[in-house]
């Protein structure tokens, strides 16, 4: 059983995201988010957009079901035969920003967060145990920090009630990630 403290992690195939059509679909989703739309210092769209009908985003969804579902008991759902992805949207880090503790909903099975475009130093995901929610990553007890680097391309699934955060942004290559809240079936 996942641990509120791991993620899962994969490489998807690069012809399964890497089409024009989808980047333009997050380009456009994008465009007429306010560039500070929180004191986290970060774009998201959340709650805007089902990110399942974008253009060019078939492939990946059916690739990241049947990858959720390879590892339905590592979420004690043994039983379960398809994935209802809930609520999905964009984020988009950029230098200085950074994304506060927190966890998503507890009606959730879990989260599964897409690379879309990242440097290629990568980006850093933290995990947190016994997390001070709604801080930054510098106000936690670090020995409680686990840092995960991931890479373009990347698909990266914890628990729903993994408290996570991203540490401050540091690159001038922004980072745009897809966010798919999920439950069994």
Known sequence: ML???EILRVDCPENFYNKAELATSIEQALKDVPAVPSN???ITTIGRHNLTTFNGIKLLVAWMEEYLLSVKDQFDKPEAKD???N???ITKLYKGSE???HRHHHELDGVAVFYFKTPAE???LVLVDNA???KPVKEQVQKNCNFFNIKTGELIVHHNMARHAVPEYTS???TIALVFDFNYI
Do not use: A, M, Q
């Open 3 to 5: 641990k509120n403290t």
């Open 172 to 174: 001038d290559t922004d």
């Open 87 to 89: 609520l999905s949207w």
């Open 122 to 124: 990568g980006s850093d």
């Open 132 to 134: 001070i929610d709604n």
């Open 40 to 42: 986290e210092n970060y």
């Open 99 to 101: 994304v506060y503790c």
């Open 83 to 85: 994935i209802k992805f």
